[in-house]
């Protein structure tokens, strides 16, 4: 009984494994606009695309990121200034992509400009600080789909959006998890509303991985800077253990679960956009898999108790 289980599973995996590698033809002839290519998951995206040959459209938020960018590539890749937060910014470059797809249609379109910070307790952050990062994680998301939605539609193609794990689990304060839920929310309604268009829609959500994002520096000059702004009756709540152990949690967490290897997330990103068959959902990273997904599966009570387990008391803790 259990080697004709083993077997069936053996079979199932093979039978995905060539379903999932067929490719599509033609790629010369398929243009991709991916956003935030100055560094990071977009901007290896971006080359690795255009040595497969597509013809990338590639957004980059700085004049430094889009020359960086052009020197590494073809002359087949068009690099344009975007900022995802400004809709004139978005609107310029849709115009550009529909003088330069044409009756073809865009192939697919990649969200993944984001930024990370300021992150930290809920109680730090101000209204303005959700907004700023909304607007570009959420907002900007959004706004570039519903730019080049139609010339999607004409090439039955696709939408990619860069979530994260943190889009299905939220164990830290702070609008980015409240951003990539949402993007999670918009990419479900999306991939049902556009199917009948044949336009296929796929969440990457990767775990930790070395960029920008995940800079042990930036994250701990950002606390620093929270805690520098913080009322003093707040700091007294908070106690500057906390702080010190929040800082030193930040180093011992990150060294554990970073990947410095960010081609596997662009192979899934790359997945998404060549394959026939693209999935709805990758995950790519170990800590995504292993444990930040297992972990959103379980109930409130038990994920509760192990964050807050494992995470720094305030000094006015009542736990
Ligand atoms: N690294 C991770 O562990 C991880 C995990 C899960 C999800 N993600 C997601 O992956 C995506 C890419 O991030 P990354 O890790 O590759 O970090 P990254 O190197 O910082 O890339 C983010 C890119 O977005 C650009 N950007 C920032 N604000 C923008 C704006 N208003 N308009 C247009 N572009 C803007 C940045 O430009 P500048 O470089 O010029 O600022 C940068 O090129 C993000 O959506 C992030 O949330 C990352």
């Not at 890749?77 to 009756?103: C, F």
């Not at 304060?173 to 268009?197: I, Q, T, W």
């Not at 038990?302 to 964050?307: E, K, L, N, S, V």
């Amino acid at each position: 009984m259990f080697l004709y289980l083993l077997g069936l599973l053996a079979l199932w995996l093979a039978y995905r494994w060539y379903k999932e590698a067929k490719r599509v033809p033609n790629e010369q002839e398929r243009y991709v606009y991916v956003t935030g290519c100055d560094s990071g998951f977009g901007h290896l995206l971006a080359r690795h695309l255009d040595e497969l040959g597509f013809r990338v459209i590639a957004g980059c938020y700085t004049e430094k990121g889009e020359d960086a960018l052009r020197e590494a590539s073809s002359t087949r890749l068009t690099a344009a200034r975007l900022d995802v937060s400004d809709s004139e910014s978005v609107r310029q470059v849709a115009d550009l992509i529909k003088t330069l797809v044409g009756e073809k249609g865009l192939w697919a379109v990649v969200n993944n400009a984001g930024v990370s910070l300021p992150s930290g307790p809920t109680d730090w952050l101000t209204i303005e600080d959700y907004k700023g990062m909304l607007a570009v994680n959420l907002g900007g998301v959004i706004d570039v789909t519903l730019s080049v939605l139609q010339l999607v539609k004409r090439a039955r193609g696709r939408v990619v959006n860069v979530s994260s794990v943190f889009g299905r689990i939220s164990p830290f304060g702070g609008p980015y998890c409240v951003s990539k839920y949402g993007v999670e929310a918009f990419s479900d309604s999306l991939r049902l509303n556009m199917a009948p268009f044949g336009i296929k829609v796929a969440c990457i959500e990767p775990g930790f991985f070395s960029t920008n994002v995940t800079s042990t520096d930036l994250v701990q000059n950002n606390v620093k800077q929270l805690w520098d702004r913080l009322p003093q009756e707040m700091k007294e709540d908070y106690g500057q253990d906390f702080l010190a152990e929040t800082l030193q949690g930040v180093d011992a967490r990150f060294e554990q679960l970073i990947d410095k290897d960010l081609m596997k997330v662009v192979s899934c990103m790359e997945h998404a956009i060549a394959a026939v068959h693209p999935r709805t959902r990758y995950s790519p990273g170990w800590d995504a898999k292993f444990f930040w997904l297992p972990l959103s599966y379980m109930p409130t009570c038990i994920t509760d108790r192990i964050f807050i387990r494992n995470t720094p008391k305030p000094k006015a803790s009542v736990l």
